[in-house]
């Protein structure tokens, strides 16, 4: 599939494993959740990393404590009004302090892209060229938030107690 | 809308840019005035209309549907208080 | 006030660029009407029956004179020259062009005023109590909470794309003058047993199709934690509300799907993980936005006020504005005034920009510069000397604010309806001027006392119909208007949803029934007793004899 990471169209060493298909030996992998619950043990002993492909509707708190063990993880928008996705992002990188890449799947559109990439995300499996296009225009939109998530861009109350510290007397 | 028209329909829609409400002409253009819709008679063909407008919807109109319309000496009124509304504006 | 600073202003201005470039998009072809309306809507722009409308936030109710006069502009340039103030503290304009609301927007932003989340769902537009500090029984002002709050839920990544509107109000009064009980969450400010201030957490309130009465889940929490039981509030909503339903995605219906001790717990557990990190409001923080609404220098007034004593003497018709549209201020000499938007035949929360722009210029001189909206559409000056009233009523009564209805049987809050919105089944406006010109008698109006009605012309109900003593619903049957009408509904701290009186009746209809149901609350109550409490006492059963009795 098309994947876009900062602002680039990258290639997918990933595959995604259907859950009655067989494993390739050792290319990275995408297993669903319920895969990776039934098969855990066959799937630790694998030489290739391994990543999760998670519905949103899939608790994070099930896997969140192993969540290290996954080199990527891929959380869906089955249509890009539905929200349940950002809110995993941010537990896992926030909570369980995943370091992996995080994938956007589904709908991922260009004006979205802003929100995902605050929440945590960092790769958009996406055949939607508008992503592309639009990404520097998406990324640059804003020179702070209000909220402190992610670290995309300052929030704006740091930016006025860095501007309201009087210059160091050194 | 479930229940058949009795009467003649037309396609109806707001215009994009400014959101005024706007029919569909007999030349295939989109008209504000409800005397130039051109009149469906036949449901099938109302229909056929229908979608064709709704390819327009890209870059011309937003969403677009049919209303009845009833035709008389004075030219044609639309049936439902809410389309009268739209043609006329408020009543305020 | 709030005062935007440059980082502030920086980021409404790009959000307006950023939804230009949206929008021209648009036009080209290149997003489609799906992909566009929910940006559209986060920006305020909705497609009404003729045109675009666009709904602005007035956040927490509070303006200044150049804000208000930017308002005027706005009218003028971009629509037909008037606006409608909103039950939610907004001010909507009815004849939006798509390919000006950037420009709107971007005069709204020069102003520090966005229309950002005033739609979609997501978090809107936070309100809050219209007498925000200046209400003599106010604990504390409820726009420091409201303004934290906002800057929150400002383009927030992880709650921008809900199951539905979230909608928030926060009152610092025991009087409740934001409808608290009736929002997705309502914060209450009050004191614990040690004397500290914090908030009850109603969640799950709501009108439209399925009315209810919010939930406490939290009997006081402590101010540093408010945004991080927020979030854990909305993050068990964003995950757990429904989304195949859109009449059942609201907060509301999750809380009665889980029950509120299931929804308390689900909250509380995700607050208790959240509560130490980066949300904790640190006190200097509160410090510093609480210095925004620090009370204005006023001057100091002599104990006497002999324009306005003498006035009071002889004239009648300015006694009575004063007994009705003007109340009591904590500042000594001081008073808060309404300008009621209910004139007699008016569209109740209109206001073209004549007036808006003479609004502004008595908020200046009369005014200390500060405006505010409630959410019964009405305008206040909060800050006038009671010297300067007799002044302030005749420049009300040459604009045409001046009726003194406030809370009467004629200050009717009503939506656009059918004459402009598309979801609407009947008018609402007309009913309303129509009610107005039956009671225009104000001798009359004065002696039926306290009495609010509230229409919708739909089930949506932005009218409030449900809180309103007489609620009014327009419903469609076979292509003619009808109404429903409920009875003895209230929004305060007593909150209640009416009752249904009987059955729909015709638009012909409509006004007798409800000058029938006056008429009966005049012959039975007792003395002294409002329409309200008579009902409380009596039920629907006199009401319905009367009202469907043969004429």
Redesign the interface.
């Known amino acids: 599939m098309p994947l876009v990471r900062d602002g680039k169209a990258v290639a997918d060493g990933w595959t995604t494993v259907a859950d009655d298909a067989a494993l390739p030996a050792d290319a990275p992998v995408i297993v669903s959740f319920a895969r990776w619950r039934a098969e855990r043990a066959v799937l630790e002993q694998r030489n290739a990393p391994l990543g999760l492909g998670l519905k949103n509707t899939d608790a994070v708190e099930e896997v969140g404590p192993e969540i290290h063990r996954f080199g990527l993880v891929a959380l869906n928008f089955p249509k890009f009004s539905d929200g349940r996705a950002y809110s995993q992002a941010r537990l896992l990188r926030e909570r369980y302090g995943f370091k992996g890449d995080l994938r956007a799947t589904g709908q991922v559109l260009p004006d979205q892209l802003i929100h995902m990439l605050r929440a945590g995300f960092d790769s958009f499996d996406t055949a939607d060229a508008r992503v592309l296009q639009q990404w520097s225009k998406s990324v640059a939109a804003y020179h702070a938030f209000y909220q402190p998530i992610g670290r995309l861009r300052p929030t704006l109350d740091n930016l006025r107690r860095e501007e309201a510290r009087p210059a160091a007397a050194d | 809308m479930s229940r058949k028209p009795k009467g003649p329909q037309a396609v109806t829609a707001?215009r994009?840019?400014?959101?005024?409400?706007v029919y569909l002409a007999e030349t295939g253009r989109w008209s504000t005035r409800l005397e130039e819709a051109r009149l469906l008679l036949d449901a099938a063909q109302a229909d056929a209309m229908l979608d064709e407008a709704g390819r327009d919807?890209?870059?011309r109109v937003?969403?677009p549907y049919l209303i009845e319309v009833e035709t008389g000496d004075a030219g044609p009124r639309v049936?439902?208080?809410?389309e009268r509304?739209?043609a006329t504006?408020?009543?305020? | 006030m709030y005062a935007y600073d440059r980082h502030d202003r920086m980021f409404v201005h790009a959000r307006v660029e950023q939804f230009r470039d949206q929008a021209a998009r648009r036009l080209k072809g290149e997003l489609s009407e799906d992909e566009f309306k929910p940006l559209r809507l986060q920006n305020g722009l909705y497609l009404q029956l003729h045109a675009y409308m666009l709904r602005v936030a007035i956040p927490y109710g509070t303006l200044d004179a150049r804000q208000m006069r930017q308002l005027a502009l706005i009218a003028r340039r971009h629509d037909r020259g008037f606006g409608h103030f909103t039950t939610r503290q907004n001010i909507q304009f009815n004849w939006i062009k798509l390919e000006e609301a950037a420009d709107a927007l971007h005069l709204l932003a020069e102003v520090d005023m966005h229309a950002i989340q005033t739609s979609g769902n997501c978090i809107r537009n936070v309100t809050a109590d219209a007498w925000a500090g200046v209400a003599p029984d106010e604990i504390e002002d409820p726009r420091i909470w409201s303004e934290i709050i906002r800057q929150w839920s400002t383009n927030h990544p992880e709650f921008s794309f809900l199951p539905r509107k979230f909608k928030i109000a926060v009152t610092g009064s025991p009087a409740d003058r934001a409808a608290v009980k009736v929002h997705d969450i309502g914060l209450r400010m009050h004191r614990n047993a040690a004397g500290e201030t914090g908030f009850e957490v109603i969640v799950g309130g709501g009108l439209g199709r399925t009315p209810i009465i919010g939930t406490t889940l939290k009997d006081w929490l402590p101010k540093r934690d408010l945004l991080s039981y927020l979030e854990a509030t909305l993050r068990v909503y964003n995950r757990y509300g429904r989304r195949d339903n859109i009449y059942k995605a609201r907060i509301k219906i999750l809380v009665h799907e889980l029950g509120p001790e299931k929804m308390r717990d689900e909250v509380e557990v995700e607050f208790q993980t959240i509560r130490d990190g980066a949300l904790a409001l640190p006190a200097e923080t509160i410090a510093e936005i609480a210095a925004h609404f620090a009370p204005p220098r006023y001057a100091k007034q002599p104990g006497f006020a002999p324009a306005h004593e003498t006035l009071r003497r002889t004239s009648p018709g300015y006694r009575r504005w004063v007994e009705t549209n003007v109340v009591p201020h904590r500042e000594p000499g001081y008073a808060i005034v309404h300008f009621s938007l209910k004139p007699e035949g008016g569209v109740p929360g209109d206001a073209t920009a004549e007036q808006m722009e003479a609004v502004a210029d008595l908020a200046e001189k009369h005014s200390l510069g500060e405006i505010r909206v409630t959410h019964t559409q009405n305008l206040v000056l909060p800050h006038v000397a009671v010297e300067d009233l007799p002044a302030v009523w005749r420049a009300a009564e040459a604009v045409g604010f001046a009726t003194p209805n406030l809370d009467l049987v004629t200050d009717i809050i009503a939506c656009p309806g059918l004459d402009y919105c598309s979801l609407a089944n009947a008018r609402s406006i007309p009913v309303a001027q129509r009610i107005t010109r039956r009671f225009a008698d104000l001798g009359r109006v004065h002696e039926i006392g306290p009495l609010s009605i509230k229409i919708s012309g739909c089930i949506n109900a932005c009218g409030h119909h449900h809180i309103g003593a007489i609620g009014i619903l327009g419903v469609d049957k076979q292509g003619e208007e009808f109404y429903q009408i409920t009875l003895g509904g209230n929004a305060g701290p007593e909150a209640r949803l009416g009752d249904l009186l009987g059955p729909a009746v015709s638009a012909d209809r409509v006004v007798d029934t409800v000058e029938a149901v006056v008429e009966a609350y005049l012959a039975i109550r007792a003395p002294g007793e409002d329409f309200l409490a008579t009902y409380a006492r009596l039920g629907l059963a006199p009401f319905k004899e009367r009202a469907y009795a043969p004429r």
């Open positions: 707001n994009l840019g400014d959101g005024a409400v919807a890209a870059t937003v969403g049936a439902s208080l809410r509304i739209r504006g408020p009543t305020i």
